[in-house]
């Protein structure tokens, strides 16, 4: 199995941004597909952004469309996320999540995932 590590998140105002990093151990890095979720308090998980294993293709939620970044770097095991704009109502626990799939699919869903890192907490003040 894999393990993630996820860092960089913090206090941040209204409009700034933040570059969050997941690190991976334990299996090769470049066998799997990889995706950033968040979840606020009292809501549910959700989707951020996707990104296939040879980082060709990358799927994001349309509410960070245009102002999110997913990235990674294989030689690395690490995955990115940077985050420019940001709003107070994308204040959340930022989670980096693993399948082993070397596809080009889109895996929007909590349950398509097999393994996450314990979180990174992303505070957007206004």
């Known amino acids: 199995q894999v393990q993630l590590v996820e860092s960089g998140g913090g206090l941040v105002q209204t409009g700034g941004s933040l570059r969050l990093s997941c690190t991976a151990s334990?299996?090769?890095?470049?066998?799997?597909?990889m995706a950033w979720f968040r979840q606020a308090p009292d809501k549910e998980r959700e989707f951020v952004a996707s990104?296939?294993?040879?980082?060709?293709?990358?799927y994001y939620a349309e509410s960070v469309e245009g102002r999110f970044t997913i990235s990674r770097d294989n030689a690395k095991n690490t995955l990115y996320l940077r985050m420019d704009r940001l709003k107070p109502e994308e204040t959340a626990v930022y989670y980096c999540?693993?399948?082993?799939?070397?596809?080009?699919?889109?895996?929007?869903?909590?349950?398509?995932?097999?393994?996450w890192g314990q979180g990174t907490q992303v505070t957007v003040s206004s």
């Open positions: 999540a693993a399948r082993p799939d070397r596809g080009v699919g889109s895996y929007m869903y909590t349950s398509q995932y097999d393994y």
């Open positions: 334990g299996r090769t890095f470049s066998n799997y597909y």
């Open positions: 990104i296939t294993w040879s980082a060709h293709t990358a």
